[in-house]
């Protein structure tokens, strides 16, 4: 709703950048903090970028190729969900019904 002198002369409201300048350093911050590494990760991940390299080559998706076919890549991911299932849902399940048995 307009202010009551807008209403009555018919004038609208002055837009203020203001609220655009207190938001923004929040917005440097996050494409610093998380938008930055997030591009930053996904080019390194196309590339055979490592300390001995320095100069990265592309090699599009070979590196996710190479992984997804190396067997110990799916023994640790197994590893890892089985962890996950029984610590982050089995085990505080079951504490629970302990406790509310008691």
Do not use: C
Not at 13 to 29: A, D, G, N, V
Not at 34 to 55: H, K
Request: no cysteine.
């Amino acid at each position: 709703m307009l202010p009551h002198s807008a209403r009555q002369t018919g004038q609208r409201p002055s837009f203020s950048m203001l609220p655009y300048f207190f938001i923004l350093p929040t917005l440097i911050l996050i494409g610093l903090v998380v938008v930055y590494p997030l591009v930053e990760a996904a080019f390194l991940s196309l590339t055979d970028a490592s300390f001995v390299n320095p100069v990265p080559q592309f090699v599009a998706l070979k590196n996710f190729v190479n992984i997804l076919s190396s067997d110990t890549f799916w023994q640790v991911f197994g590893n890892t969900l089985v962890w996950t299932v029984s610590v982050g849902g089995g085990m505080p399940q079951l504490r629970s019904t302990e406790a509310s048995r008691k």
